[in-house]
């Protein structure tokens, strides 16, 4: 398509993304205040009965985002409405949303003078392979790349292990971080890379000690498969991407963040093979949950700290998901607290403050998640890290991603720091 000089370029590339999103013509997202025990669970039933998609859940003093498809919309708001459960129109039509969002991220990137990093940027599975690789070349001494294996669809799942004695000291601990196993959840990626190159390429003084005395594996993208469909397909997808017809013909992949082998289907899932929270047929049936594992397997004795990476809510959250707190619950809250505290110190105005806690108090019961996982078989810090949504939810601006590598970096610095004391004290 031709663009003619004198057209804004946002109209201009606005009109070349018309129709991307088709699929989510017509679609809504509201607000609704959940104020009461029987306002989220109204919700709860609603979500399941209207195939709700739940953006973010409700607390007290923080409204509950959900779309909902064309067909449930009227019904979603009258039964509302009938219950005296408040809720305003957040977007009106999720399609165009997204346009314009293509349209602000495509102009954001024209703008920038130089070839943006791809912790700079919302990179592609090959963006972000390319970028492993070359540093894993470039610092042979440090850095080992390792391919876990092959996703679903035939993706190679890699991961850098970075340390300057090359994993053979058992009296360092090990930080194991990974993202975006979610695929909507965009801005975990960059927050991934970006840890390597502050470990890497840009190791600051005040940040030899996190390099010497702690070894990492960092993992950019557990969930290849559904990254690159959001990318190419659907912008809200969030599972994989397997196929068992024999299972369900028509939809694909699981909530992998549901998949783990801990109280697997219990809470929090939905038995609809379709749902966003459906577990799969059994636990580890996803490769990609299998590979995640399998580093956990691999190094038990040594990984101290766990922290699964997620878009959105500014939320620091710990086990179990049935609401009981794991033993060393002190410790955790206090590692958690010290990393939302050091994250919150930078945050923009406009973020929320970070809250620390157990996921199923603060938010809602869950099974099968990773964070359950790693803590139920001895890792003794296990967290889930929801990064800020600055009220847009997914479609978190550019503008932001280098505030949000920046920023997040300080809290698994501090959390990193406080972990080797913890493990100090274990060995
Ligand atoms: C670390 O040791 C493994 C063998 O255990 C070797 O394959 C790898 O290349 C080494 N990595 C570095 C960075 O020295
Ligand atoms: C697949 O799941 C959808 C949604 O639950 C359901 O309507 C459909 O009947 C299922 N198909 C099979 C073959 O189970
Ligand atoms: C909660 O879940 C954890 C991990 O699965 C389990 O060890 C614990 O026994 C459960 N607690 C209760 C009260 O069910």
Redesign the pocket.
Known sequence: MVCLVLVAVAACLGAAFAGRHDIYSGYSVHHVSVQTAEHSALLHSLEESLSLDVWQHGAPDRAAVVMVAPQHRRRLLRTLDDHDVPHTTHRADVAKMLEEYDARLAAWRSSRSSRLAPFDDFPRYNDVDEYLERIALQYPDLVTLVNAGPSWEGRDIKYLKISTTNFTDASKPIYFLDATIHAREWVTTPVALYSIHRLVEDLRAQDWDLLNDVDWIILPIVNPDGYEYTHTNERLWRRTRSYRPD?????YGVDANRNFDVAFNTVGVSS???DQTYPGTEAFSEPETRYVRDIMLEHLERIQIYLNIHSHGNWVLYGFGNASIPDNGVQLFHVGAAMGAAIDARKLPIALFYRVGNSAILLYPTSGSAQDYAQSIGIPLSYTLELPGYGVQFEVPPEYINQINSETWEGIAASARLARSYYQARV
């Open positions: 299972v369900n013909a028509t939809c609809n093979h379709c």
